[in-house]
């Protein structure tokens, strides 16, 4: 297996290929990464099966397991979701301020691509895939580390998501599912200032506190939900 270092160079190599993709291009991409998701959507569910199977095992139980399951109904939302992104604007390129100074020279803020991000999340598999398809659109390569409970079935939509990477053209290596889900290897790629241009976490509070502590690359980060409950 490939060092996290390793994983990490082989993103950065492949997010220049993503950041050279028109619009067209990557929404067709990403309609493409959704027919591929269906079409291995048995796959994934046997993948998820011993997912659950295990997390069962382990005592995992409640809400904790539901968010795990995938049946076929939450498979065809996920390539739904891949579809959506497709729609959405293409935000590269896009000039959000312009001003023209005293001295007549223009001056404008672009939004360009940032290179690699890493996502962090816990036993959520459809992150794998929304993710994915967010930074893609962004023009950005993706490290995606998500919970131990959900590796085989983020494994297996990974594998349709390459499926589709490797029809257009660009690197497998644009989504990067870690397999080495220890705490020290997290720490590590938090700390790759030199690969890495930004880490979002997504889960519980200990999970962000933890990211936000050791990591040295920027982070995007939230601690509560903001939840209103009327009575």
Do not use: W
């Not at 604007?89 to 100074?101: A, C, I, N």
């Not at 999970?207 to 509560?224: C, D, G, M, N, T």
């Amino acid at each position: 297996m490939s060092t996290i270092r390793e994983q990490a160079l082989a993103c950065r190599d492949a997010a220049q290929v993503v950041a050279a993709l028109g619009s067209e291009a990557k929404r067709a991409l990403l309609r493409d990464m959704a027919a591929a998701l269906e079409a291995q959507c048995a796959a994934v569910l046997a993948a998820n099966a011993e997912d659950m199977r295990q997390a069962a095992a382990k005592g995992v139980q409640g809400a904790m397991l539901d968010r795990l399951r995938l049946d076929e109904a939450r498979v065809a939302g996920i390539a739904g979701a891949l579809r959506e992104v497709a729609e959405l604007p293409d935000p590269v390129g896009v000039t959000t301020r312009r001003e023209t100074r005293p001295n007549g020279l223009s001056v404008e803020r672009v939004r360009i691509p940032l290179g690699v991000i890493a996502m962090i999340y816990e036993a959520r598999p459809n992150v794998t895939a929304d993710a994915a398809a967010l930074c893609l659109m962004a023009g950005n390569a993706v490290i995606l580390r998500g919970g131990s409970e959900a590796i085989r079935s983020n494994l297996a939509i990974a594998a349709a998501l390459h499926a589709a990477l490797r029809a257009h053209g660009v690197p497998e290596a644009a989504v990067t599912v870690l397999q080495d889900l220890g705490r020290e290897a997290m720490v590590e790629l938090l700390q790759l200032v030199d690969i890495v241009d930004l880490a979002i976490p997504r889960g519980g509070e200990g999970l962000i506190r933890f990211v936000a502590e050791h990591a040295r690359v920027p982070v995007i980060k939230h601690y509560k939900g903001v939840c209103h409950l009327y009575v």
